[in-house]
Structure formats: C-alpha cells, structure tokens
Nanobody
C-alpha cells in the first residue's frame, strides 16, 4: 500500500485546510478494509495521534482536535480526508496518513499499529 498525502500549507489562525491521502493499494486487501488515521509531528516532539476512521466509518479524535477536525473516507476513490477548521498555531506540524490492517472494531491510536505511512504534508498555522 502506498499513501500520498497532500493539502498542507500556510494558513492564519482560525483558518481551515483539508488534507487528502490517496492510496494506491497493491495489497491483497482492498482499501476499504483498512483503518485509516492521521498523525502529526511538530518540531522536537513525538508523533501524535490526531484522528482515525474505521473501515465502516467509525471515527475517533484526539481531545486536542475534537470539534475542530473531521475525518472522512471515500472508499471508491481510495482516499481519506482530514477537514481542519479553527486552526491554531499549536496545530503546526507535519501531518501523516497511515493505514492499519488490524482486525479490530475500533481503529488503533498508537503508531506502532499502523502498517503503511504516507510521506507527510506540512501544515503551518500563523498567529
């Protein structure tokens, strides 16, 4: 599975961005059988969970983004999205999409559970 993230950029605080992650899956399993997530990593910090969506559409959010970010997926297009609103300077980070083949009802939130990663897209929020 190859993941390609895009949509990052520079935005003022309070603004919005939508990230996309397209999968070019050559795995035996179809895209719609993977849990998909977004993580982020700010300079000097560890990678942290942002949001996840299961193969059936159940979503999970980190407390820091709950109510501001929305994750969705289009299985027909092999794409997962992250709609980010009311952005804050502390949201500045490289955002990574990831795919997990874990067979669980809920998407995992630990990066160690993810099998495939995109290259990351930089989001910078100015104050």
């Amino acid at each position: 599975v190859q993941l390609q993230a895009s949509g990052g950029g520079l935005v003022q605080a309070g603004g919005s961005l939508r990230l996309s992650c397209v999968s070019s899956s050559r795995a035996l399993r179809a895209f719609n059988s993977y849990h998909m997530s977004w993580f982020r990593q700010a300079p000097g910090k560890e990678r942290e969970f942002v949001s996840a969506i299961t193969w059936i559409g159940t979503t999970t959010y980190a407390d820091s983004v709950k109510g501001r970010f929305g994750i969705s997926r289009d299985n027909a297009q092999n794409t997962v999205f992250l709609q980010m609103t009311s952005l804050k300077p502390e949201d500045t980070a490289v955002y990574y999409c990831a795919a997990s083949g874990t067979v669980t009802a809920k998407a995992p939130t630990g990066p160690e559970s993810y099998d495939y990663w995109g290259q990351g897209t930089l989001v910078t929020v100015s104050s």
